[in-house]
Nanobody, 115 residues
Framework: QVQLVESGGDLVQPGGSLRLSCAVSGIIFSTYDAGWYRQRPGKQRELVAVVTSGGITKYTDSVKGRFTITRDNAKNTVHLQMNSLKPEDTAVYYC?????????WGQGTQVTVSS
């Protein structure tokens, strides 16, 4: 059974930081691309950042320089360090693991950026 379990979402003030974590089980994690997506209120789910199985990282323009995605294949985890948070970063953040025909999602964790 494949499981992706996110943690770390919280309420934070603008300018603050959060670190999201995703624990993955049931797959050979090192062979999957791992990513973070978010769904903001009234918007479609969008890609935030991805780290490929080969370690290449990509970010959506709005988070470049503020967010950092990392993976630990030994611990089957992927993290998203989020700094300089803005109110527009408020969203449910989802962990994703993808490999050709296989695409798995976590249940999501809420991040709220507000004073």
């Amino acid at each position: 059974q494949v499981q992706l379990v996110e943690s770390g979402g919280d309420l934070v003030q603008p300018g603050g930081s959060l670190r999201l974590s995703c624990a993955v089980s049931g797959i050979i994690f090192s062979t999957y691309d791992a990513g973070w997506y978010r769904q903001r209120p009234g918007k479609q789910r969008e890609l935030v950042a991805v780290v490929t199985s080969g370690g290449i990282t990509k970010y959506t323009d709005s988070v470049k320089g503020r967010f950092t995605i990392t993976r630990d294949n030994a611990k089957n985890t992927v993290h998203l360090q989020m700094n300089s948070l803005k109110p527009e970063d408020t969203a449910v953040y989802y962990c994703n693991a993808k490999q050709l025909l296989h695409n798995y999602w976590g249940q999501g964790t809420q991040v709220t950026v507000s004073s």
